[in-house]
């Protein structure tokens, strides 16, 4: 055997696993960007590369629905979501993590099982609640309650801010700080890492999030997000998947940068969160 092949056929060989799920992860995108290049009749046979390529998909695909409102209406709720939610829940952890008053560990166990509650629990009363408020029709149930907080958010900060030593909080009370003092000046230049993960999870969640807008925005389509749309596009267009697919992707791309930029701090965050329980 070659000795120049060996190395790299014992690098295939270690990394078999990871090369394999790599490849299942990357299939489907991959999948999707050839589609969206192909001809209408092309996109429904068994053919994976496109026989000629028709980058002009792209812009029918802005041509047959709306797609830059649908964008900026996701953007809109994606952005003050997380927004608020951030507000809302480093406080919140804040307070669990780090100050002692009674209740805590039952307002922590309060916490744990929101978490666990299904969301169609709370369906029917939360959609009564918005509809007799008038803002049902609109993104904003699915915002304004991100101010107060979102249970896993506040759970995944609480776990990373009790990897900070207690010590820099005393030296910080010791020289006369409040808590809103230390909280903005020692807990959270140090608990960047974990506020970026929380807020991405938040802000991928909005971005993906179907059910949602289905149920509040769905009368009123001025206020439709990139995945409703993109679910109506595909019915109104008789399933022309060259264009749904161009749609997608063109939905994807925001996403895709968002991650590229944070996903140091993402993946920090996540790690340090799991170090103490």
């Not at 309650?145 to 900070?164: E, H, K, N, V, Y």
């Not at 679910?231 to 996403?255: C, D, G, K, N, Y």
Request: charged share 10%; glycine share 6%; with cysteine.
């Amino acid at each position: 055997m070659n000795a120049k092949k060996q190395p790299f056929l014992l690098m295939v060989a270690r990394h078999s696993v990871t090369i394999a799920l790599a490849v299942m992860f990357v299939a489907p995108v991959l999948f999707l960007a050839l589609t969206s290049f192909m001809t209408s009749d092309q996109a429904l046979t068994s053919q994976l590369w496109p026989t000629t390529w028709h980058p002009e998909n792209y812009a029918d695909a802005f041509s047959r629905a709306p797609l830059l409102r649908y964008l900026l209406n996701t953007v809109l709720y994606a952005g003050l979501a997380t927004v608020f939610m951030l507000l809302a829940s480093v406080p919140a952890a804040y307070g669990l993590a780090k100050l002692r008053w009674r209740g805590r560990q039952t307002m922590m166990i309060a916490i744990i099982c929101m978490m666990m509650l299904p969301p169609q629990v709370t369906t029917v009363p939360l959609y009564l609640f918005w509809a007799n408020a008038g803002l049902t029709g609109s993104l904003w149930p699915l915002i304004l309650p991100m101010l107060a907080g979102d249970a896993f958010s506040i759970f995944l900060l609480r776990q990373f801010m009790l990897t900070i030593p207690d010590e820099y909080l005393d030296a910080a009370r010791v020289d006369g700080a409040g808590e809103w003092r230390t909280l903005w000046k020692v807990i959270i230049p140090m608990a960047r890492p974990g506020i970026a993960a929380a807020a991405m999870f938040q802000f991928f969640y909005a971005w993906n999030d179907y059910y949602g807008p289905l149920l509040y925005a769905s009368e009123n389509e001025q206020a439709w997000t990139v995945s409703l749309g993109l679910a109506s596009f595909r019915s109104l267009h008789h399933v022309e998947w060259h264009l749904v697919s161009a749609a997608t992707m063109l939905t994807i791309i925001p996403i895709l940068i968002v991650f590229f930029f944070a996903q140091k701090a993402f993946v920090q965050g996540v790690t340090l969160t799991g170090v103490k329980g």
